[in-house]
């Protein structure tokens, strides 16, 4: 499957405070040679038109935890009108750049569209930071389990590990 998001936000932050509001629009396909190699697969029209509203806390240079908040105006093909997720950045600034430091994060997203089943994310691995732009290269694993991303599967469940390069910028 692929799926297309768009969408547009603005931002603002002060201090340790973040938020941002704005629209994205979810358009969910099924490729071409699955439908072909399935065909009882009875293909789903997932669409959302939603407005957004998050925000974030950094109580320390260390730690920001945020959450934000989906409602959907418009949906079909078995979307549902409210999303939420939340969750938690554990990225020190590494004493010497060359060294590094670890990071860790979790990522937890409640849709109504699968009853509020919890998909969860974890990341752990090293990263590097440049000590002047303040970007951040990491290297780390990833692990997820709960309802798939897919969203023209979206009531089946995955679990799933991965090894990944991540650049914040």
């Keep these: 499957s692929l799926d297309y998001l768009f969408g547009t936000e603005i931002t603002a932050a002060d201090g340790p405070w973040a938020m941002k509001v704005g629209y ?15 065909p009882a697969f009875q293909r789903i029209n997932y669409v959302t038109e939603s407005w957004i509203i998050g925000g974030s806390y950094a109580p320390s240079e260390t730690l920001r935890l945020y959450g934000e908040f989906a409602n ?24 010497s750049p060359r060294v590094g430091a670890p990071f860790a994060a979790v990522n937890l997203n409640f849709r109504e569209a699968v009853d509020g089943n919890v998909s969860t994310t974890v990341q752990v691995g090293w990263s590097f930071q440049g000590p002047v732009s303040g970007r951040r ?18 009531q089946r469940r995955e679990s799933y590990l991965g090894f ?6």
Excluded: M
């Design 24 to 38: 994205f629009h979810i358009s969910s396909h099924v490729g071409d040679e699955y439908l072909v190699r399935n």
């Design 72 to 95: 959907a105006f418009r949906a079909s093909g078995g979307a549902k009108r409210y999303q939420f997720q939340t969750g938690a950045e554990y990225t020190p600034v590494a004493r």
């Design 137 to 154: 290269l990491r290297f780390g694993a990833q692990y997820g389990d709960g309802p798939t991303s897919q969203y023209s599967f979206f």
């Design 164 to 169: 990944g390069t991540w650049f914040d910028y």
